[in-house]
């Protein structure tokens, strides 16, 4: 019983790259989200999706980030134009009824 | 201002002493969550408390929450090595998401 799997788990680009980090839910589990931790930061809710639905984009920033969950496949978190602002751990959740939230080991974004 | 405030925001002990991290939150809570987080590594889910006064326990770490003073204490016994880590508080706020304290880290010394 695989918990919520986050690939990859270290990403280095370069300023303007682009950046895809992975996740695929628990078995079982409908509901998906997306958090940040900056360096010295708490974590912050970005984005909250189900299967081929945004339901929850308030934590997300207007320019460059968007996520989807598509009816076959990982949720996928997307970085367009990256800058050293992005440089953050990126940690996927997921629930079955929006009960106890399950979360990956994270993604590790570095941005040169 | 913080929604949740944490503290201590660091904490050290020595092996086998107890210890009491805080979590009070500027809004209402309809539940609070309690996570640990390894360097490096994802949160692992301790408990969650929904009613006023409840109280849960998990071998040595028993949390509580007081509803009215809008207030949750997380208190370790005996406290090990293995209970290292940052601990964080999370709040439902009755919609789709969790908003998180920064963090208490914890550091114990053998």
């Known amino acids: 019983n695989a918990g919520v799997m986050q690939n990859p788990r270290h990403l280095v680009r370069r300023r303007g790259q682009e950046a895809r980090l992975r996740c695929s839910p628990m078995?079982?589990?409908?509901?998906v989200y997306w958090y940040r931790q900056l360096p010295e930061e708490g974590l912050k809710f970005m984005v909250y999706l189900q299967k081929e639905n945004i339901i929850d984009e308030s934590g997300m920033p207007k320019e460059r980030f968007s996520a989807e969950f598509p009816k076959e496949g990982p949720s996928i978190l997307r970085i367009q134009q990256v800058v050293r602002g992005d440089s953050a751990a990126y940690f996927c959740?997921?629930?079955?009824?929006?009960?106890?939230?399950?979360f990956g080991a994270g993604s590790r974004l570095t941005v040169l | 201002s913080q929604e949740l405030e944490q503290s201590p925001q660091s904490l050290i002990v020595q092996e086998g002493k107890n210890l009491t991290i805080n979590c009070t939150s500027s809004k209402t809570l309809y539940g609070l969550y309690w996570y640990k987080q390894k360097y490096g590594e994802g949160l692992i889910f301790l408990m969650m408390l929904q009613k006023g006064g409840e109280e849960k326990s998990h071998e040595k770490i028993t949390a509580k929450l007081d509803e009215k003073k809008q207030q949750s204490s997380l208190h370790i016994t005996a406290s090990q090595p293995s209970h290292a880590g940052i601990y964080l508080c999370g709040a439902d706020r009755g919609g789709s998401r969790l908003t998180f304290g920064e963090g208490t880290q914890l550091t114990v010394n053998p």
């Open positions: 078995k079982g589990h409908s509901h």
């Open positions: 959740a997921s629930s079955r009824d929006l009960n106890v939230l399950t």
